[in-house]
């Protein structure tokens, strides 16, 4: 691979990796820092190592390993057209290690493992994944966050779905 070649690869790859629809949002910048990054353009994917962390206007992430995986375009077979314009967008974006996310209004999570899938616009959490906002707090096995239908669900799978909800001391319980 000529050092042109490669350029054009990495230009091309940052510029997809700034331009994500990572949490559903188009047109915010997104930052990504790590110790190390690695494209291996056999396997559409980009993988940074080492203290990752991401930003983008209204949710930060910090993880171990950050996996970032491509869709390829489909080959018009031109001569004239380079290994990098095969690269389309970004299909996947798994979080792994010590994942952290924070999000305004004091949203924040924590998990061993967080996938988005960009065509489903899906966030997917797991590894003892815990949810809060505030001193509300739920988790379970696995939390799906859906992010176009502004849901989620939250599976028990060998345990059970456990959910703390914070209420006002002055407010009257059951057979109060």
Request: contains cysteine; glycine residues 10%.
């Amino acid at each position: 691979m000529t050092s042109g070649l490669s350029m054009r690869s990495l230009m091309l790859l940052l510029f997809l990796a700034l331009a994500a629809p990572l949490w559903a949002a188009q047109d915010v910048p997104v930052k990504i820092t790590s110790d190390t990054m690695t494209y291996t353009q056999a396997g559409d994917q980009v993988v940074f190592k080492g203290s990752v962390y991401v930003i983008r206007q209204d949710i930060e992430l910090w993880s171990d390993v950050l996996t970032v995986l491509l869709e390829k375009r489909e080959s018009t077979e031109n001569a004239t057209q380079s290994v990098a314009d095969d690269q389309g967008s970004i299909k996947k974006i798994i979080a792994r290690g010590n994942v952290r996310i924070k999000a305004d209004n004091g949203r924040s999570g924590t998990c061993g493992k967080a996938t988005f899938e960009a065509d489903k616009d899906l966030l997917t959490m797991e590894e003892n994944p815990v949810l809060m906002e505030g001193a509300n707090k739920i988790q379970g096995e696995v939390i799906k966050l859906f992010i176009k239908e502004n849901r989620s669900e939250v599976l028990g799978g060998k345990g059970r779905v456990e959910a703390i909800f914070n209420t006002k001391g002055d407010a009257k319980g059951l057979g109060q």
